[in-house]
């Protein structure tokens, strides 16, 4: 009996982190398929301001932060109240620009990428490197 309720006041009186004035909430960025609805494995997250790309999670397809770090070496924290802008790329996927208002808690922002239509009927002529006009194959090799 004395040890639950010794069990009870330590639990009890445990308290949560909190967040220092300034320093950022997780934002939570989910990146999925318009049409598979599934995770975009290859897809990366950046801000405007920074030089980085942030890869997602393989599996999962998301990537979280408090933060972010510009080029002049200061820290971007993710505070609430404050408009975060993104943009979420991935190879053959159109790239989305997101702006995002920061809240408290519950961060989560799902994206929607949608593949790039690739078809196309251009008909590209082949030309030679270093030459305005193709070869003639009679004229005869390299060494004529």
Do not use: C
């Not at 239509?117 to 008909?123: A, V, Y």
């Amino acid at each position: 009996m004395k040890t639950l309720l010794f069990m009870t006041v330590l639990l009890g009186t445990a308290d949560a982190k909190k967040r220092k004035k300034g320093e950022g909430v997780v934002v939570n960025v989910k990146v999925l398929d318009k049409e598979t609805t599934k995770p975009v494995a290859t897809a990366q997250v950046r801000h405007p301001k920074e030089d980085l790309h942030h890869r997602v999670n393989e599996v999962t397809g998301v990537w979280y932060a408090s933060e972010v770090l510009l080029p002049d070496g200061t820290q971007l924290h993710f505070t609430p109240g404050s408009a975060l802008e993104l943009e979420i790329s991935a190879p053959g996927y159109v790239t989305q620009h997101v702006r995002y208002d920061v809240k408290r808690w519950k961060n989560k922002i799902e994206i929607v990428l949608q593949k790039m239509d690739i078809t196309t009927d251009i008909d590209i002529p082949l030309t030679p490197f270093d030459r305005e006009e193709q070869r003639d194959p009679a004229a005869g090799g390299g060494g004529n």
